[in-house]
């Protein structure tokens, strides 16, 4: 991006594109460390192998809500937070040790 061309702005919903032009997906989530990304249609989601790295001390794959911080397994993701009652789309993957 030059100098003379405006930041892009982020928000829920955004569409996302790689270099070549193709749809990735739309922005569902934020965190200190970015934002997350639900896939599109033809796209290869998480497959099993990414649930949990299968060795001790590595990271396993979790979702966690944007409102209040409460996590649960990747393969139970609920329609809404269980705990704050947020909608799905506040829910986004999360690493734990």
């Known amino acids: 991006m030059s100098?003379?061309?405006p930041p892009h702005q982020v928000s829920f919903g955004t569409e996302v594109y790689d270099d070549e032009g193709t749809k990735l997906g739309r922005v569902r989530a934020f965190d200190e460390h970015g934002?997350?990304?639900?896939?599109?249609?033809g796209i290869e989601a998480l497959s099993a192998e990414h649930v949990t790295a299968g060795n001790p001390g590595e990271a396993t794959l979790m979702w966690r809500c944007w409102e209040c911080g409460e996590v649960g397994r990747i393969e139970d993701i609920p329609e809404s937070c269980p705990d704050c009652g947020a909608p799905k789309e506040d829910l986004y993957y999360w690493q734990e040790d």
Do not use: Q
């Open 35 to 41: 934002f997350y990304v639900t896939t599109a249609e």
């Open 3 to 5: 100098d003379s061309e």
